[in-house]
């Protein structure tokens, strides 16, 4: 497919057009031309926007799409859509689906259901078999299969021996772990962010605590070890100051968090709606700050919408017994936008392929394109008619966003939003 971008301001500090409001010419997948008033000689798709930028390719590292098993909740072909049409030309794929993704069979499966689409899917594999914590999966032959991480979603795991010896053998094939922290017995039955809110609300709290004792230990683990972790969705502000001790310790630890942890907060809860139920849960607005500093001072690498979309009967019930989880894909861009720069939104969307070393290229003449675009101009509220997921658990309906996606150009295609 071939267009041409009008008056396009480049977000990409690799790229020698940095800062520049240029025309992009892109044929057949290459970036054939950057410059200023480029002539459309061979009839072109045009496109142009108020305000509009151009940046790399964002990489969402964290989506659940439910298929195979869990299809009522969301199908990898129109997951992909609603990925492009995010903004996104990548995601990193949970493994929680049904069955578990632990196995070279199940990564080969979701690669051939992706493989027509603009957006770039690549798997996560389970870290142990069906997520379960017993025994490792099948490590080393998912990685051969194009798996590029292992970690068992949303589950923290109990047994520390066995982190360390995962951490361990995948260095053999420099691979990445991942560990999602959350001491169960000290979580016990809580539901949300213990504090101010769930007294008055007479829920039951998870403490900040049950998040940070896991990521100590893992650290120490690390430090044991050696190897690389990756640490996703962290809530707290102590997570941050341990992180960033790890990181001036120069160990290969890398971190992400929520966009809902960045811009929501416990208080949301006053209305017992469990589309606010979210693990981890949304936390104090001091945590808050914390974590959009912790972004802004690099040690965040990452930013994600954790987007997992859940069946109705699963979230329209009592707060107790509602599963967590909601939709994230929509709305990212545009809740990021109320509460950070946009060249620090672009840094910490696209920093994705560098910690699960995917394959990216700057916006330069003759580079393959993959490129994401967007404008800032606007204000606006997210609303029902929003959301393209099949599910619609969404934890940031009416809440006020800025800005806009236009679409995506990746794998010789252009997805509009």
Same mark, same amino acid.
Request: aromatic residues 6%; negative net charge; hydrophobic residues 40%.
């Given at each position: 497919?071939?267009?041409?971008?009008?008056?396009?301001?480049?977000?990409?500090?690799?790229?020698? $057009?940095?800062?520049?409001?240029?025309?992009?010419?892109? #044929?057949?997948?290459?970036?054939?031309?950057?410059?200023?008033?480029?002539?459309?000689?061979?009839?072109?798709?045009?496109?142009?926007?108020?305000?509009?930028?151009? %940046?790399?390719?964002?990489?969402?590292?964290?989506?659940?799409?439910?298929?195979? !098993?869990?299809?009522?909740?969301?199908?990898?072909?129109?997951? *992909?859509?609603?990925?492009?049409?995010?903004?996104?030309?990548?995601?990193?794929?949970?493994?929680?689906? =049904?069955?578990?993704?632990?196995?070279?069979?199940?990564?080969? $499966?979701?690669?051939?259901?992706?493989?027509?689409?603009?957006?770039?899917?690549?798997?996560? !594999?389970?870290?142990?078999?069906?997520?379960?914590?017993?025994?490792?999966?099948?490590?080393?032959?998912?990685?051969?299969?194009?798996?590029?991480?292992?970690?068992?979603? +949303?589950?923290?795991?109990?047994?520390?021996?066995?982190?360390?010896?995962?951490?361990?053998?995948?260095?053999? $094939?420099?691979?990445?772990?991942?560990?999602?922290?959350?001491?169960?017995?000290?979580?016990?039955?809580?539901?949300?962010?213990?504090?101010?809110?769930?007294?008055?609300?007479?829920?039951?709290?998870?403490?900040?605590?049950?998040?940070?004792?896991?990521?100590?230990?893992?650290?120490?683990?690390?430090?044991?070890?050696?190897?690389?972790?990756?640490?996703?969705?962290?809530?707290?502000?102590?997570?941050?100051?341990?992180?960033?001790?790890?990181?001036?310790?120069?160990?290969?630890?890398?971190? %992400?968090?929520?966009?809902?942890?960045?811009?929501?907060?416990?208080?949301?809860?006053?209305? =017992?709606?469990?589309?606010?139920?979210?693990?981890?849960?949304?936390?104090?607005?001091?945590?808050?700050?914390?974590? *959009?500093? +912790?972004?802004?001072?690099?040690?965040?690498?990452?930013?994600?919408?954790?987007?997992?979309?859940?069946?109705?009967?699963?979230?329209?019930?009592?707060?107790?017994?509602?599963?967590?989880?909601?939709?994230? *894909?929509?709305?990212?861009?545009?809740?990021?936008?109320?509460?950070?720069?946009?060249?620090?939104?672009?840094?910490?969307?696209?920093?994705?392929?560098?910690?699960?070393?995917?394959?990216?290229?700057?916006?330069?003449?003759?580079?393959?394109?993959?490129?994401?675009?967007?404008?800032?101009? !606007?204000?606006?509220? $997210?609303?029902?008619?929003?959301? *393209?997921?099949? #599910?619609?658990?969404?934890?940031?309906?009416?809440?006020?966003?800025?800005?806009?996606?236009?679409?995506?150009?990746?794998?010789?295609?252009?997805?509009?939003?």
């Amino acid at each position: 497919m071939k267009i041409l971008i009008r008056e396009a301001k480049i977000i990409d500090p690799k790229s020698p $057009f940095h800062q520049q409001i240029v025309d992009v010419k892109i #044929s057949d997948g290459i970036i054939e031309q950057i410059g200023k008033n480029i002539p459309n000689n061979s009839h072109y798709k045009e496109i142009s926007h108020s305000n509009l930028h151009l %940046s790399q390719g964002w990489m969402d590292c964290s989506v659940s799409l439910g298929e195979p !098993g869990y299809e009522d909740r969301e199908t990898i072909i129109n997951g *992909l859509l609603v990925v492009a049409k995010s903004g996104f030309t990548a995601i990193a794929l949970q493994p929680n689906s =049904f069955p578990v993704i632990d196995n070279q069979s199940q990564i080969h $499966f979701v690669k051939q259901k992706a493989a027509q689409s603009a957006t770039d899917l690549y798997p996560i !594999g389970a870290l142990t078999k069906n997520s379960e914590g017993t025994d490792l999966a099948e490590l080393f032959d998912m990685k051969n299969a194009g798996a590029i991480a292992f970690g068992d979603y +949303g589950k923290s795991l109990t047994n520390a021996n066995l982190l360390k010896i995962g951490l361990q053998y995948v260095q053999d $094939f420099d691979g990445l772990v991942l560990a999602f922290c959350q001491d169960e017995k000290i979580k016990g039955s809580g539901v949300v962010n213990e504090g101010i809110v769930s007294t008055r609300l007479g829920l039951k709290g998870i403490p900040n605590l049950a998040e940070e004792l896991i990521i100590a230990r893992n650290l120490f683990l690390l430090e044991y070890t050696g190897g690389k972790l990756h640490i996703p969705t962290i809530s707290t502000a102590k997570s941050v100051e341990l992180i960033r001790e790890a990181k001036a310790k120069g160990l290969q630890v890398s971190c %992400s968090v929520a966009v809902s942890n960045l811009v929501l907060t416990d208080e949301k809860l006053d209305g =017992f709606d469990t589309r606010f139920k979210l693990s981890p849960p949304l936390r104090t607005n001091e945590d808050r700050l914390a974590l *959009l500093s +912790g972004v802004t001072d690099n040690t965040i690498d990452i930013i994600t919408s954790d987007h997992n979309p859940l069946d109705i009967e699963h979230k329209k019930m009592e707060f107790d017994g509602a599963k967590n989880g909601s939709i994230g *894909l929509e709305s990212a861009f545009g809740a990021l936008l109320t509460v950070l720069p946009v060249e620090t939104i672009v840094a910490k969307l696209t920093n994705a392929k560098t910690v699960f070393k995917v394959t990216h290229s700057e916006i330069a003449e003759g580079q393959p394109a993959n490129i994401s675009l967007f404008s800032t101009d !606007g204000e606006w509220v $997210f609303a029902k008619e929003n959301i *393209l997921s099949k #599910s619609k658990n969404s934890a940031f309906l009416g809440t006020k966003m800025k800005g806009k996606v236009i679409g995506i150009y990746n794998n010789k295609t252009f997805i509009e939003s």
